[in-house]
């Protein structure tokens, strides 16, 4: 009978612990999914967090970052040219002039290579990164306006409210998304492209021709996330048509650099609720991704299970000790009750 009720404590002990472990480990997570799942009235916001200098000579096209650097192609008939360019003084590290029958077009980091769009030629350049030389080339139905690499796939924009999901390797079209908002309307002149990636996955980060803002979208399903108003940098910068706000890069963590075409200044920023954004990936800037949710589930199972198995390798040592001193007990013939409290039992013995 004792050793029936000390193993009915020690179980409630073992669920009640097993139960905080569930909830200190788990719970976050779901939390987490909830709020984020939840919240459909997230402020998205630019705050603007330095100011430095750009060429503006340079018609952007495409701007990403690598390794500390800049790239940055420059579109137009005759000036067309790719650059790696220093973010923090602006000046231009190296620069190739490109023939003057292309016009430039957005430009991704890849394995080592930058991919470069051209506006109607139909043709995407390969450059060596480590000298800018064209190594090879694909052919695409279409014009070209933006790209990225999502760290699995190419992801190009030509100008409407389609973007085709490629293979890096091939540059085939595996599939097509078009981008709307939540009640289906097309947004269309998608133009330079970011992406990057949060805890719910691949993101894109893109500029819209001739408007003043920055779009979020989810590139499985084209589904518009959020919207980011630019116009307050975009004001002090353009002064025409042409010199729209173009170009977005990702420094690391929340933090952007934004640009437009022949505007003389690039912007540091910072970019609000970027749904879990001390997860976002930098496959760019780190030039490979290390921190996936699977690896972080994996891990998060992973320390769930060592928990578990310590707690119960700890709670059976626990047992069979209590049990070998009630055995030991039992076999003193105490008369007196195992439940009854020691101070008791020294009352008893002073009673006696
Ligand atoms: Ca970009």
Not at 20 to 44: G, M
Not at 252 to 267: A, D, L, P, R, V
Not at 296 to 310: D, H, N, P, Y
Request: hydrophobic fraction near 35%.
């Amino acid at each position: 009978m004792e050793h029936r009720s000390y193993m009915s404590r020690a179980g409630g002990g073992s669920l009640m612990l097993a139960s905080l472990i569930f909830l200190t480990v788990l719970l976050p997570i779901f939390h987490a999914e909830s709020t984020s799942n939840s919240d459909t009235s997230v402020e998205y916001e630019i705050v603007l967090l330095s100011e430095h200098y750009h060429d503006n000579e340079a018609f952007t096209q495409g701007l990403e970052m690598y390794n500390g650097s800049i790239y940055e192609s420059t579109g137009l008939y005759g000036s067309s040219s790719l650059r790696e360019v220093d973010p923090w003084s602006g000046q231009v590290i190296r620069s190739v002039a490109l023939n003057d029958t292309i016009f430039s077009e957005g430009i991704t980091v890849y394995n080592e290579t930058i991919i470069m769009l051209t506006w109607k030629s139909e043709t995407a350049y390969v450059f060596d990164i480590k000298n800018l030389t064209v190594v090879s080339s694909f052919s695409y139905q279409g014009e070209g306006w933006g790209i990225c690499y999502d760290g699995e796939y190419l992801i190009m924009s030509n100008g409407t409210s389609s973007i085709s999901i490629r293979d890096p390797d091939s540059f085939n079209v595996l599939r097509v998304v078009t981008v709307t908002d939540e009640l289906g309307n097309r947004i269309n002149k998608i133009n330079e492209l970011e992406c990057i990636s949060t805890a719910e996955g691949s993101r894109v980060l893109a500029n819209i021709w001739q408007d003043d803002r920055i779009v979020l979208f989810d590139p499985s399903n084209g589904t518009l996330l959020g919207d980011f108003d630019a116009s307050s940098i975009s004001e002090k910068n353009s002064d025409g048509i042409n010199n729209v706000l173009n170009g977005i890069a990702h420094h690391n963590s929340s933090e952007f650099w934004i640009t437009g075409k022949n505007w003389s200044s690039m912007y540091l920023v910072s970019m609000t609720n970027l749904s879990g954004v001390e997860k976002v990936k930098c496959f760019t800037v780190c030039g490979q991704n290390n921190n996936s949710p699977l690896k972080a589930i994996s891990l998060v199972l992973l320390m769930t299970v060592i928990f578990s198995i310590s707690f119960l390798y700890l709670d059976q040592k626990t047992r069979n000790e209590k049990n070998q001193e009630i055995d030991e007990s039992n076999n003193r013939h105490d008369e007196l009750p195992d439940v009854m409290p020691a101070s008791q039992r020294r009352g008893g013995d002073q009673d006696d």
